[in-house]
């Protein structure tokens, strides 16, 4: 009879090893991953106040409701939007339009050279994204929740004096985001979460924060600042 050769428990154990050793390189690889995306999607939220204070503190004015931003930014005219001067950010973070101010506001930054992009808002690539290449944008807040440009789980308007908006981020980067920047609690806070819908354009409105974050899922989150 010939006799048949097999593993030994030695060699099974090592194979084991290998492969959780293999996981584990896996698994890290992926915690890293997340955590540089979650880095960029913070920094995101965090880049666009800078070019606010920036800009007032070059121009003692408001970007986008700068009346005089052709002067203060050396070009023509009619090559620049211009706001009403009024102090307030007018119009909303997914404006797509020049009559908006808080569209007009990234042409105001880029002429400024505090951030980078397109400046004629005929190109293509003038939307600005966020990490995931996904728009981005910001508005004035409010205290008064019928007119908040998103609410928490209460109903009550997200806190801030402007509110920045990220769309398509996925829920399983939501929670950590908000760790980052918040209190961990996507339903209240500065940080709000709220589930993106195909059917009405860019969520409801105003939308009220989703109770669960569901990490397959895309959400629009909004930041008060």
Not at 39 to 60: C, E, H, W
Not at 137 to 155: F, L
Request: proline share 4%.
């Amino acid at each position: 009879m010939k006799k048949q050769a097999g593993f030994t428990l030695i060699e099974l154990a090592i194979v084991l090893v290998i492969i959780g050793l293999l996981l584990g390189g896996v698994l890290k690889g992926q915690e890293l991953i997340n955590s540089a995306k979650v880095k960029n999607l913070a920094s995101d939220f965090r880049n666009i106040p800078v070019y606010i204070y920036g800009y007032q503190d070059k121009f003692k004015a408001l970007p986008g409701d700068d009346k005089s931003a052709a002067v203060h930014l050396g070009v023509a005219a009619d090559s620049t939007k211009i706001g009403n001067g009024d102090g307030a950010l007018g119009g909303n973070w997914y404006d797509v339009t020049s009559a908006s101010e808080a569209y007009m506001l990234w042409q105001h930054v880029r002429l400024a050279g505090l951030a980078t992009g397109a400046t004629d808002m005929a190109n293509t690539d003038w939307r600005p994204t966020n990490a995931d290449g996904n728009p981005i944008g910001i508005m004035a807040g409010t205290n008064d929740a019928t007119k908040a440009a998103v609410k928490d789980k209460d109903g009550n308007a997200i806190r801030g004096s402007y509110v920045i908006c990220s769309k398509g981020i996925l829920g399983k980067y939501v929670t950590q985001l908000d760790v980052t920047m918040d209190n961990g609690d996507a339903t209240t806070g500065s940080m709000i979460a709220y589930e993106f819908s195909s059917t009405d354009g860019l969520g409801k409105s105003p939308p009220t924060s989703d109770p669960v974050i569901d990490p397959a899922k895309s959400y629009v989150v909004c930041y008060g600042v």
